[in-house]
């Protein structure tokens, strides 16, 4: 098994496409804005698993999305092979970061906002 799919809240989906897409280079996959409906994949794996872009309105997800916002918590984790270029490039396209690369025993890491109300971590192995 693998996960073909899974979906991260967000405040709005058409502007979260355009983030997704346009600011970190994700793939469109499915994109109906007449529906709040946007599916987008990784760039450097477009046919591995895909994320949807889903609406904070309903079952308490905007209060959900909120307090793990607050709390200062990735609310998913991105890979990277190389951290320091990724978060260069993406600074320079004005994505707003928590804090520069900070290396630890698992890896080095970098949270940042993505605009739709999520903080996410951009994370390089070691090794």
């Not at 900070?102 to 090794?127: R, S, Y």
Request: aromatic letters at 10%; hydrophobic letters at 40%; a negative charge.
């Amino acid at each position: 098994m693998k996960i073909a799919l899974t979906s991260i809240f967000v405040n709005d989906p058409i502007a979260a496409f355009k983030f997704y897409t346009e600011v970190l280079g994700f793939v469109e996959k499915m994109y109906m804005p007449e529906m709040q409906l946007a599916i987008v994949a990784g760039p450097d794996e477009p046919d591995g698993t895909s994320l949807l872009l889903e609406p904070n309105q309903n079952l308490g997800a905007d209060a959900f999305q909120k307090a793990v916002y607050e709390a200062g918590l990735p609310t998913i984790v991105f890979g990277t092979k190389d951290i320091h270029a990724d978060y260069q490039r993406l600074r320079e396209k004005g994505v707003v970061f928590r804090s520069k690369p900070k290396k630890a025993e698992w890896g080095t890491q970098a949270v940042f906002e993505d605009t739709c109300g999520n903080l996410i971590q951009l994370h390089q192995a070691e090794g």
